[in-house]
């Protein structure tokens, strides 16, 4: 079991840059690949990104390659989203989410078994 809280949304104008974080309980932790995803009003749940249990391995959506960077520390049980040069498309509630299935990247927010309770991004134009 693993409980997911992200931190770090808020409103930013277009170009802006924000950092979510989000920390992790259970001692299992190192052992899960992360990911982020986002939800806007009306569509479905997209993926951001992802990141191996090691760290060794990223995936992000065409969408936010380039501007968005996954990262994690095993040491302090987070994993984070770095997102630079923000648009009004970006926003949403963005959920971080735990796959404990140590394969590949999952990309399909079925694959990911933990979720936080997800944090707002508003890019006004």
């Known amino acids: 079991q693993v409980q997911l809280v992200e931190a770090g949304g808020g409103l930013v104008q277009a170009g802006g840059s924000l950092r979510l974080s989000c920390a992790a309980s259970?001692?299992?932790?190192?052992?899960?690949?992360m990911g982020w995803f986002r939800q806007a009003p009306g569509d479905e749940r997209e993926f951001v990104a992802g990141?191996?249990?090691?760290?060794?391995?990223?995936s992000h959506a065409d969408s936010v390659k380039g501007r968005f960077t996954i990262s994690r520390d095993n040491a302090k049980n987070t994993v984070s989203l770095r997102m630079n040069t923000l648009k009004p498309e970006d926003t949403a509630v963005y959920y971080c989410?735990?796959?404990?299935?140590?394969?590949?990247?999952?990309?399909?927010?079925?694959?990911?078994?933990?979720w936080g309770q997800g944090t707002q991004v508003t890019v006004s134009s």
């Open positions: 989410a735990a796959d404990p299935r140590n394969l590949n990247i999952a990309t399909r927010s079925r694959d990911y078994d933990y």
């Open positions: 259970g001692r299992t932790f190192n052992k899960y690949n």
């Open positions: 990141i191996s249990w090691s760290g060794g391995f990223t």
